[in-house]
C-alpha cells in the first residue's frame, strides 16, 4: 500500500493571542510539495496572523513549526527565508528606480561585482520556467500592477523558495493578468513547490486550488480537497456559518440633477476625461491600479487641484466648492486604516474625525452625545463588537470598514466617492458594504473606483474603462457586446 508523501510543511498546535483577541487556537496544517492549498476565512478569522508567522514575522505563544525534518520554536524573516519560505504581499516592496533584474537581485549574495547582462539572463531563464512574460531590463517604475507582482514572484524564485504563500494575489490583476498568473501557479506547483494560496475570490479559489482549508474565530474548521467542497455557496456557506446571497437586487432608481461633472479633465496623468455623475446613479471606474484613478480622485476630493478641465461638484465650479465648507461630498478611500481611520485611537475619536462639527456646541465639544449615536449606528449597521470604547485596531476590516461607512452616510451626503470598498473584505462583509452602497444610492451619486469587475457588475449602471490616464469607453452595465471585451478594454489591447 502506498503511503502518502510527508508533507514539506506541518504547523503543529500554533497559538496566537493579541490582548484579548485569540487569532490562532492550536492550529494544525500540513502544506503539502506539489500541491496549491487555498486558505479561506473571513475578515479576521487568522489567516494572516498565521501565515506571517510561518514567513517569521510574527512570534506565536505556543506550537512548532516542521520544516522537512527541522523543527522550530518560531521562526524570523531570516530565518525562514533560509528554509525556503516566501510571500507575496498585497502590497509591494520594490525599488521603481531599479530594473527588474536588479530588484530580483537586490540583497542576494553575489560577490562584490554586480553584472547587470549576466543577471538579466538569470532572471529571463527564471521568469521563463514558470510562464512569467517580464522584460528582465525594464524600470520598475513603468510597470502595470500585474508586471509588478511577477517581480515579486522572481524575487522569491531567485532565492530558491520552496513554499510560497500569496496573499489576495488577483486583487490588482485584470483577468489576462488573473489567467496568466494562475498558469504561473500551475507551472510552480508541477515543479514541486508548495503553494498558499490567500483569498476572499470563491471562484477563483476552486479554480486554482488543490486543497482549501477554512479557518473561523481562529481555528481550521474544514479541511479537504477542492472538489469535496462542490459549488461556491456551500464554501461561502462553509466559510462565514451562513448562507451567503452572493448576489444581490439593484433596484431601480430615479435619476436626478448632476452632482458630479467633468469636462476635458488634463494634466496630473489625466487626459481629456470627461463624464457625468448623476444622484441616484453609481458609475464605476475600473481598470488595473495606477492607470489614473487614484489623480481622478485626489482631483475630484478636493487633494490636488485641476490642471486643465472643468469639475463642477454639486451645481458648484471645483474653486468655489473647495473654498467653502465643502459640505454634501464624502470619500471613502483606499486605505482605510491609514487614511480613512486612526488604528490607535477609540471608535468615538474615529468617529469625530469627520463629523465633530455635528457635536460642537460653542467652543465645547459633546462626546456624550457622539457616543451615543455611534451606538445607534453601529447597530444600524451590524458593526461587531458594537462596542464604542474599543481601538479601531480592535476592529475586523470588515467592521472597520462598516464604522466608515456608518460614520461618512451619517452626514448625509449627496456625492460619494468610494474606493476599493470591499479590497480584503470576506464575501459575508463584502455583501454588508453592497447593501449600503445600494441604500446610500438613493440619495446620492457614488463614484465607485474598483478593481474587482464581479463588484462593478453588481452595483453599477454604468462602467466607465480607465488605460494610461483617459477613459476608453463609457457603457451600460447592460451593453453585453462592450462587457466581453471589457478585459481587452482594461489592458489597453481594444
Partial sequence: METAPEPLVRLEGIDKRFGAVHANRRIDLKINSGRIKALLGENGAGKSTLMNILAGRIKPDGGRIHIGAAVHAHLTPRRAIAAGIGMVYQHFTLVDALTVAENVCLGQA????????????????????????????????????????????????????????????????????IRQLFSALRQMADQGKAIVFISHKLGEVLEIADEIAILRHGQIIDERPAKAFGAREELARRMIGRDVLLEIDRPVVELRQPVLQVEQLDGGGLQQISFQLRQGEILALVGVAGNGQSAMVRTICGLAAPV??????????????????????????????????????????????????????????????????????????????????????????????????????????????????????????????????????????????????????????????????????LFSVFDKEKLARIGQMMAGID
Fill in 308 to 473: 486643465a478641465g472643468v469639475v463642477r461638484l454639486l451645481g458648484q465650479p471645483w474653486a468655489d466648492f473647495f473654498s467653502g465648507a465643502a459640505s454634501g461630498l464624502v470619500y471613502i478611500p483606499e486605505d482605510r486604516v491609514g487614511l480613512a481611520t486612526c488604528h490607535h485611537l477609540d471608535l468615538v475619536d474615529n468617529f469625530l474625525l469627520t463629523t465633530r462639527r455635528r457635536f460642537c456646541k460653542g467652543p465645547w465639544l459633546q462626546r456624550a452625545s457622539a457616543t451615543a449615536c455611534l451606538e445607534a449606528l453601529m447597530v444600524d449597521f451590524d458593526i461587531r463588537p458594537a462596542d464604542a470604547r474599543l481601538r479601531a485596531r480592535q476592529l475586523s476590516g470588515g467592521n472597520l470598514q462598516k464604522l466608515v461607512l456608518a460614520r461618512e452616510f451619517h452626514r448625509r451626503p449627496k456625492l460619494i466617492v468610494a474606493e476599493q470598498p470591499t479590497q480584503g473584505l470576506d464575501i459575508g462583509a463584502t455583501e454588508d458594504v453592497w447593501r449600503l452602497l445600494l441604500k446610500a444610492r438613493e440619495e446620492a451619486g457614488i463614484l465607485l473606483v474598483t478593481s474587482d469587475l464581479n463588484e462593478a457588475l453588481a452595483l453599477a449602471d454604468r462602467l466607465a474603462v480607465m488605460y494610461r490616464g483617459r477613459i476608453v469607453d
Fill in 110 to 177: 553575489a560577490g562584490i561585482w554586480h553584472h547587470p547582462r549576466r543577471s538579466q539572463e538569470q532572471v529571463a531563464r527564471l521568469a521563463a520556467a514558470v510562464g512569467l512574460d517580464i522584460d528582465p531590463g525594464a524600470t520598475v517604475a513603468g510597470l502595470s500592477m500585474g508586471e509588478r507582482q511577477r517581480v515579486e514572484i522572481l524575487k522569491l524564485l531567485y532565492r530558491r523558495s520552496r513554499i510560497l504563500i500569496f496573499d489576495e494575489p488577483t486583487s490588482v490583476l485584470t483577468p489576462p493578468e
